[in-house]
Structures are given as C-alpha cells and as structure tokens.
C-alpha cells in the first residue's frame, strides 16, 4: 500500500472516531450535496479539509509540539456548514466568504454542544485574511491553511475528488 493511501486510511479513522456525530448530522447530510469550488461538496470539501489537518498535526508532532487533533477534526468538518443554502442566504460569493463563517460557529455551536471558545473562534476566523478575525490558537491556524490547501486542490485538480466511501462507510 502506498504511504499516501496509508496516511488516508489512518486520518478516515481518526475523522471518523472524533467526528462520527457531526458526519452523521442532517447538516453535514445537505452538505454533502451542495456544490462548492466547482468540483467538490461542501461535505467532501470539509473531509478533505479535516484529512489535510491531521496530516499537518503528523508533520508538526514531529517537532514536538502537540497539536489536538480531536479538535482539527471537529472544527474542520464544522467550519463550513454556515454556507449551506448560500443561493439563497447570501448575495454574493464575497458576502458569503465574509459572512459564512460567523454563520458556521452558530451552526457549531448546535452540532457541538460542549464546543470551547477556541474551536468556535477557530471556525470564525478559517477565512482570515478575507474575514478581520485572525486565527489565535495552533488549531486555528492549521485550519486556516488546510481550508485553503483543500480548495485549491477542490478548484484546479481534475480528478473527482468524492472520498465519502471511506469515511461514511
């Protein structure tokens, strides 16, 4: 097995062990069928976002700074859920890029009944620079990058990049 296929198989689990609520929501269902960046859902966007994290999490553990990764999950699988219905609830794709995630920390805020004010500022500010909030915290920062890692890869690569099967399985 490829190591890319094996640093998959180990972030599904971990996905889907920190994350199987929110994976089974009403929300993250309607997600998983609204389009975004072109090529991608809002679901499968947020997974691949969450898979990204926890690659990033590997990477800098290795320096040892700890990184929670039950965190990186959750605020990855939530941070964009504040955009379902954007047609209707947005007028713009900018009003949506800046008002999402406000919208998105509400929505957290419902799936995650326990969430830290970290995690919901974490969600907040995944569009910094474009929203004024910036990222505080190790999480925040990792969610940031990988949201935008994700949606380049979402945007230019011309493969289906559907990868529920393994996840939702």
Same mark, same amino acid.
């Given at each position: 097995m490829k190591r890319k296929e094996r640093r998959n198989q180990r972030n599904d689990v971990l996905i889907k062990r920190y994350g199987n609520d929110i994976l089974h929501s009403d929300e993250f269902e309607v997600a998983l069928g609204q389009t975004h960046h072109h090529r991608s859902s809002v679901?499968?966007?947020? &997974?691949?976002?969450?898979?990204?994290? #926890?690659?990033?999490?590997?990477?800098? !553990? =290795?320096?040892?700074i700890h990184i929670d990764e039950r965190?990186?999950?959750?605020?990855?699988?939530?941070?964009?859920?504040?955009?379902?219905?954007?047609d209707e609830r947005y007028k713009n794709n900018f009003e949506c890029g800046r008002m999402h995630p406000k919208n998105s920390a509400i929505t957290a805020r419902k799936l995650w009944?326990?969430?830290?004010?970290?995690?919901?500022?974490? &969600?907040?500010?995944?569009?910094?620079? #474009?929203?004024?909030?910036?990222?505080? !915290? =190790?999480?925040?920062?990792?969610?940031?990058?990988?949201d935008k890692v994700t949606a380049l890869g979402d945007a230019f690569n011309p493969k289906n990049r559907k990868v529920l099967s393994p996840i939702l399985g």
């Open positions: 679901g499968d966007h947020s &997974i691949l976002t969450a898979r990204a994290g #926890l690659t990033m999490c590997n990477v800098i !553990s =290795k320096t040892g965190k990186v999950v959750r605020i990855s699988l939530l941070h964009d859920l504040g955009m379902l219905g954007r009944a326990d969430i830290d004010p970290k995690s919901e500022k974490a &969600i907040r500010s995944h569009m910094w620079p #474009l929203s004024l909030s910036m990222p505080t !915290s =190790k999480e925040a920062v990792i969610l940031c990058i990988a």
